[in-house]
T-cell receptor, first 114, second 114 residues
Framework: GENVEQHPSTLSVQEGDSAVIKCTYS??????FPWYKQELGKRPQLIID?????GEKKDQRIAVTLNKTAKHFSLHITETQPEDSAVYFC?????????????FGTGTRLQVFP | DTAVSQTPKYLVTQMGNDKSIKCEQN?????MYWYKQDSKKFLKIMFS???????INETVPNRFSPKSPDKAHLNLHINSLELGDSAVYFC?????????????FGQGTRLTVV
């Protein structure tokens, strides 16, 4: 069935260091891969997404890479700041009308220490 | 001018009771969803509606009954509540099913069944 694995489950970094979170998906028909950030007690919010026709996308300190052959995608945060501390979720979707749903990874709790 | 709003934010109730959660979006989106986030933070799709039509029912017990009176509203009614129903329930919306666009989440409803 559809499954998204996410690693690591927790990640602690020093302010200014980089953080990398990796996901693997099982459904080869997936073609949309968003990343959501959820601060404590808040709603998930989209931070970046990538579609299957692109291998890499960057937005300031955040970048996402996609390897469709290996069914891997990763989130890279550079120059981390304490306000980056949150739970990050990767997700995958087929994006067709009857399968329009996000399959989420299990989340990564990122802690950035000043 | 909250984009996706849910009520109530907190709900504490006894086993066996029936309760409802309401959701409204003012983004003009066609598609709305219910997701469940359990105590381990795992986010899982429950239902998806596109313009009042149910398009995804993710093997949720039939004690859970969604209703979409119009495309801006999606409510969730839960009968005979069980301890295992305790979770945070998130409503979300996106522009249109099958378009792979950002899902906007509500602030969540924390349901506690005692």
């Amino acid at each position: 069935g559809e499954n998204v694995e996410q690693h690591p489950s927790t990640l602690s970094v020093q302010e200014g260091d980089s953080a990398v979170i990796k996901c693997t998906y099982s459904d080869s028909a997936s073609n949309y891969f968003p990343w959501y950030k959820q601060e404590l007690g808040k709603r998930p919010q989209l931070i970046i997404d990538i579609r299957s026709n692109v291998g890499e996308k960057k937005d300031q300190r955040i970048a996402v890479t996609l390897n469709k052959t290996a069914k891997h995608f990763s989130l890279h945060i550079t120059e981390t700041q304490p306000e980056d501390s949150a739970v990050y979720f990767c997700a995958a979707s087929r994006g067709t009308y009857n399968t329009d749903k996000l399959i989420f990874g299990t989340g990564t709790r990122l802690q950035v220490f000043p | 001018d909250t984009a996706v709003s849910q009520t109530p934010k907190y709900l504490v109730t006894q086993m066996g009771n029936d309760k409802s959660i309401k959701c409204e979006q003012n983004l003009g989106h066609d598609t709305m969803y219910w997701y469940k986030q359990d105590s381990k933070k795992f986010l899982k799709i429950m239902f998806s509606y596109n313009n009042k039509e149910l398009i995804i029912n993710e093997t949720v017990p039939n004690r859970f009954s969604p209703k979409s009176p119009d495309k801006a509203h999606l409510n969730l009614h839960i009968n005979s509540l069980e301890l295992g129903d305790s979770a945070v329930y998130f409503c979300a919306s996106s522009r249109k099913a099958g378009m792979n666009t950002e899902a906007f989440f509500g602030q969540g409803t924390r349901l506690t069944v005692v």
